[in-house]
């Protein structure tokens, strides 16, 4: 009895061990003149998947630049009006005709290489829902555990509660904007940190999973857009090509002053040779 069981065991280990095997997924290539970038998208947000591989395979992508570069923070593309487009002409506004709803996956953040879609604002967008076709990929920077637990939004609104109680910080806090600027004024606030809480009650704190915390603190990435922007992928391989791009020199717009082209193809392969090759681990199908 022991030996059948142990031999059904087997034979469901050989079966499941078969189908994980000859699942098969996409691996996206972005291919630049610094480098191959590739990237796998994430089941868990299908209408972003779907659309992106349908934009590949039509070609949307060929011969696009990234339009928006900024280092320590990402690298943007998608915008069909990049290509061709003459020197110093502003990008950022094209698209395919339609936008894609908002599919935030808490699993999913903004590490180093997250590809996630643009968007507008808030104000224009307040179901965030995505761009149809514009993308970028999450440079980022390395972060202390302590100022991943400061909520630099919730540390604002504690100042602008703690200078409707007292004059002079209001007037100092006033001056130190209008003389160095949104950089000065948020150095200030962390210096101030305790004492806004002391005066107000009020807690600029955050939690964050710990999956999370250990991203931000080691490979880096750009905390503050979660929950904000569809996480939709991630680069597995070719994080440099990444590095490489960011730091390109760009106009006032954020325009890499020499164009920085791009074109995107998808193939289909058995998830275990992309394991294999780029040592992405596929997650565990959810029923």
């Not at 696009?64 to 003459?86: T, W």
């Amino acid at each position: 009895m022991k030996s059948r069981n142990w031999l059904i065991g087997l034979t469901l280990g050989m079966v499941l061990f078969s189908a994980c095997s000859t699942e098969k997924d996409y691996l996206v290539t972005i291919h630049t003149e610094y480098g191959d970038m590739h990237a796998v998208l994430y089941d868990e947000t299908p209408q972003h998947k779907e659309n992106f591989i349908k934009l590949t395979k039509e070609g949307f992508y060929d011969s696009l630049i990234f339009h928006r570069v900024i280092e320590n923070f990402m690298i943007q593309g998608g915008d069909p009006e990049s290509r061709n487009a003459q020197p110093g002409l502003p990008l950022g506004s094209g698209g395919p005709g339609y936008t894609v709803p908002a599919e935030f996956v808490p699993k999913y953040h903004h590490k180093k290489g997250a590809l996630s879609a643009a968007r507008l604002g808030d104000q224009q967008n307040p179901s965030k829902a995505s761009s149809g076709s514009q993308f970028y990929i999450v440079q980022g920077q390395v972060y202390s555990e302590e100022e991943i637990t400061i909520d630099m939004q919730k540390l604002g609104m504690i100042a602008q509660r703690a200078m409707q109680q007292n004059d002079s910080l209001a007037k100092y806090c006033a001056q130190v904007y209008q003389t160095q600027g949104s950089a000065g004024y948020a150095a200030l606030l962390l210096d101030l940190k305790d004492s806004l809480s002391s005066m107000t009650g009020m807690d600029y704190k955050r939690t964050m999973d710990p999956a999370r915390m250990k991203d931000y603190t080691t490979i880096g990435g750009a905390p503050h857009l979660d929950d904000e922007y569809t996480v939709f992928g991630e680069v597995i391989d070719g994080m440099e090509i990444i590095d490489k791009i960011a730091v390109q020199p760009t106009d006032q717009r954020d325009r890499p002053v020499e164009d920085i082209s791009f074109t995107i193809s998808v193939e289909e392969l058995p998830r275990s040779r992309i394991t294999k090759d780029y040592g992405y681990e596929f997650p565990l199908i959810e029923n």
